[in-house]
């Protein structure tokens, strides 16, 4: 009796597989840049591309650290108030420098120290004392906003000496924030993809039991996560303080939501356990680029952030979806 065989039925991929976030973002940048620059020639003018990079390179750069945060299964609101507090030491130094007195780069590198110490006291907070950092970052964002309030009562600071302008410097004819943005985010997505900790990162944010077991220690990786965090704000925050010849002590309005918007938007997971820096830059980049396409389209500015949290809806939905489906699929 002859058998009958048949070929096993060829599973089908969903396409979510074959396309990442990156790329998603990618095509999303090249179609806007084409359709404004339909509206107005001058979108894609050289000295428009580079201000939409440079504008993107302070939020990029934060976001390397929001990224690392969201992806351990955290969350930082206190970035924006951060940001203000470092801006302002950062040129009350700048000002101080006096010539035979301290040198002017304290100015870039205090911002540098104050910012991973405050990072550290989030992260001991939130992995030891096991304060959900919603929480812990919602009071710390009141009060680094409220401390500065009442120590500079808001005044400008003016008087920036000169060379320390570093966001407005050019290197090739390139804004010097560009190349922050660029080398950072490659050397933070290397690191994130070969180093120990950058792959403990994943393991505690995607499943933190099963990461204990391992051998992985959650409080050191959430502790570490944060103080990182807080470099790259410091960061962040010298590129802030030295794009302008002028720092106002006040926190920047709205500025944690777009580092949130990038890191979410650009493949982050809300859940924690996956998403890339790349996609934070990109998205970073999107962003800003919205803002400008909608000045160039004369369209009102107020309609940024319904875009910012539109987009953030769609991507936590779309997320969601991703995993549901991964679930199915075993």
Not at 19 to 45: D, G, M, T, Y
Request: charge should be positive.
């Amino acid at each position: 009796m002859a058998t009958i065989t048949t070929k096993p039925k060829r599973e089908r991929q969903p396409l979510s597989r074959f396309i990442s976030q990156e790329l998603v973002l990618i095509i999303a940048i090249v179609v806007l840049a084409l359709v404004v620059n339909n509206i107005n020639p001058r979108f894609l003018a050289t000295r428009n591309v580079l201000d939409v990079l440079t504008n993107s390179a302070i939020f990029a750069v934060a976001a390397i650290g929001m990224s690392m945060v969201i992806i351990s299964g955290n969350i930082d609101i206190s970035v924006g108030a951060l940001i203000g507090v470092l801006a302002t030491i950062s040129g009350r130094l700048a000002v101080g420098a006096e010539p035979g007195g301290y040198p002017l780069w304290l100015a870039w590198v205090v911002p540098l120290i104050v910012g991973p110490f405050i990072g550290g006291v989030i992260g001991f907070l939130v992995a030891y004392a096991r304060i959900p950092a919603i929480v812990v970052t919602l009071g710390m964002r009141s009060i680094l906003q409220g401390g500065l309030i009442i120590a500079t009562g808001g005044e400008w600071i003016y008087n920036l000496p000169e060379g320390y302008a570093l966001a407005q410097q050019r290197i090739l004819d390139v804004p010097v924030p560009i190349y922050f943005m660029v080398i950072l985010t490659v050397l933070a997505a290397i690191w994130m993809r070969y180093s120990g900790l950058g792959r403990s990162m994943y393991a505690v944010g995607g499943n933190a039991e099963a990461a204990r077991l391992s051998g992985i220690s959650e409080q050191r990786v959430v502790f570490q996560v944060f103080v990182i965090n807080g470099l790259m704000v410091g960061i962040a925050s010298v590129l802030f303080a030295t794009k302008f010849n002028a720092i106002q002590s006040t926190v920047p309005p709205g500025i944690e939501l777009q580092i949130i918007t990038a890191a979410v938007v650009g493949g982050v997971s809300i859940l924690g356990g996956t998403g890339t820096v790349i996609g934070s830059m990109l998205a970073a980049i999107f962003i800003v680029m919205i803002g400008s396409a909608l000045t160039f389209a004369r369209v009102s500015d107020y309609w940024i952030q319904a875009i910012q949290g539109l987009l953030i809806l769609l991507t936590v939905l779309l997320d969601l979806f991703r995993r549901r489906q991964m679930r199915r699929g075993g």
